[in-house]
């Protein structure tokens, strides 16, 4: 019981850090080399995105298909002395962007396998969630019986915990291959993809719990020791 108390304080304070290194540290990666002609810039919706069509009285634009994508971006270079500003009755700010939705034409994907494992990607996070939303359930049932510290109440406890440590790592690592597989369909002019490093709130929230289950065993424990010795 010990042994876990320290186990799960130490990856709580690894984990700690490892937030703070992120937060400072950020991935991005590109499957492009400098091109002569690389811009952004607002100008006519392409006939690939939509088309016009004569109806009475006038014409309508309608569009194609598409597939939508939101991508996590960071800047890779600007032509000398350039970059990306808006500006409002004079006053010029420079935009950063860190995330685009980006919309290519149906037509333009030659492959859907690799979308479909992204989706697909997302099933272990449903299972996961759906879990720990019973464990919530049984353990606030418990509550209502005022049933709290007890040994049933630390172990659910402790598994839920270990259900959000799981959920984060298969964000993470979800999140690594997508990010992989975006590189290789997405081509962004003077921006590369950024690999996303899931929130680390819910591993510290993960770690917490499991610290919490760990406190409430030696509690009880004591609590027997002492009843056994009165």
């Given at each position: 019981m010990?042994?876990?108390l320290r186990?799960?304080c130490?990856l709580l304070t690894?984990?700690l850090?490892?937030?703070?290194?992120?937060?400072?540290?950020?991935v991005?990666y590109?499957?492009?080399t400098d091109?002569?002609?690389?811009?952004?810039?607002?100008?006519?919706?392409?006939d690939?995105f939509?088309?016009?069509e004569?109806?009475?009285?006038?014409?309508?634009?309608?569009?194609k298909?598409?597939?939508?994508?939101d991508?996590?971006?960071?800047?890779?270079?600007y032509?000398?002395?350039?970059?990306?500003?808006?500006?409002?009755d004079?006053q010029?700010?420079?935009?950063?962007?860190?995330?685009?939705?980006?919309?290519?034409p149906?037509?333009?994907?030659t492959q859907?396998?690799?979308?479909?494992?992204t989706?697909?990607?997302?099933?272990p996070?449903?299972l996961?969630?759906?879990?720990?939303?019973?464990i919530?359930f049984?353990?606030?049932?418990?509550?209502?019986?005022k049933?709290?510290f007890?040994?049933r109440?630390?172990k659910?406890?402790e598994?839920?915990?270990?259900l959000?440590?799981?959920?984060?790592?298969w964000?993470?690592?979800?999140?690594?291959i997508?990010?992989q597989i975006?590189?290789?369909?997405?081509?962004m002019a003077?921006?590369?993809?950024?690999w996303?490093t899931p929130?680390?709130?819910c591993?510290?929230?993960?770690l917490a719990?499991m610290i919490?289950?760990?406190?409430?065993?030696?509690?009880?424990?004591?609590?027997?020791?002492?009843e056994?010795?009165?």
């Amino acid at each position: 019981m010990k042994k876990k108390l320290r186990l799960y304080c130490g990856l709580l304070t690894l984990v700690l850090v490892a937030a703070i290194v992120c937060d400072l540290v950020h991935v991005s990666y590109s499957n492009s080399t400098d091109k002569e002609r690389e811009e952004l810039y607002f100008g006519k919706e392409p006939d690939d995105f939509s088309t016009i069509e004569e109806i009475e009285g006038g014409v309508r634009r309608k569009s194609k298909p598409t597939m939508c994508i939101d991508v996590n971006v960071q800047a890779r270079h600007y032509p000398k002395d350039f970059a990306l500003l808006s500006e409002v009755d004079g006053q010029v700010c420079r935009v950063d962007m860190k995330q685009v939705s980006l919309a290519i034409p149906a037509d333009r994907v030659t492959q859907s396998k690799p979308f479909i494992i992204t989706y697909c990607s997302i099933i272990p996070n449903v299972l996961l969630l759906g879990w720990l939303v019973v464990i919530v359930f049984q353990v606030l049932r418990s509550v209502a019986r005022k049933e709290v510290f007890v040994a049933r109440i630390a172990k659910k406890l402790e598994l839920a915990g270990i259900l959000l440590v799981a959920f984060w790592v298969w964000q993470y690592i979800r999140s690594y291959i997508v990010t992989q597989i975006l590189v290789q369909y997405i081509n962004m002019a003077y921006y590369d993809v950024k690999w996303f490093t899931p929130n680390f709130i819910c591993l510290i929230i993960g770690l917490a719990l499991m610290i919490v289950s760990q406190i409430i065993l030696m509690g009880k424990e004591l609590q027997e020791e002492q009843e056994l010795t009165i």
